[in-house]
């Protein structure tokens, strides 16, 4: 069975258009990578967890930002490293002076040196419009940015 992943989208329209919250992956290995690389905040499901609870769960513990209800489906997507995510969507506000507060996690670093690092899970975040969002995610993302747009 395929790893699952669950996560929100947060999306809010500004003047008329509509922008959607994107992360950054912390650490090393994202450091220098910029295009392709950001996602939507998600996680992996722990074993009996609802994939809509998991998805809320882990968008407040890599943003510190409570997400708010009503959270719509935007179905599932496939990473390149066979990765089932489910995602659903919301709008919400978030201001971005104010920053995000993300969970640690601790990793190898550098590679098999035996040496353990903490990083942030989420080292930015961003609002975005379409076009930007759509060079910025990863590419197996781009159709939960697509389904938002018809739902909003």
Aim: with cysteine; aromatic share 10%; hydrophobic share 40%.
């Amino acid at each position: 069975m395929p790893v699952q992943s669950a996560g929100l989208l947060m999306c809010r329209n500004l003047n008329g258009e509509l922008e959607f919250f994107l992360v950054h992956p912390g650490g090393p290995f994202f450091s220098k990578k910029n295009e392709g690389a950001w996602s939507i905040a998600k996680g992996l499901v722990e074993e009996g967890e609802e994939l809509e609870v998991a998805a809320q769960r882990e968008f407040l513990e890599e943003t510190g930002i409570k997400p708010t209800p009503p959270f719509h489906s935007l179905g599932i997507a496939t990473l390149k490293s066979g990765k089932i995510v489910h995602a659903w969507t919301f709008l919400g506000s978030w201001e971005p002076e104010k920053g995000i507060v993300s969970n640690r996690i601790d990793i190898e670093w550098p590679p098999r040196s035996g040496k353990t690092v903490s990083i942030p899970e989420i080292d930015r975040a961003e609002w975005m419009n379409f076009q930007k969002a759509s060079i910025m995610i990863n590419s197996n993302l781009i159709p939960f940015l697509e389904r938002a747009r018809l739902i909003y």
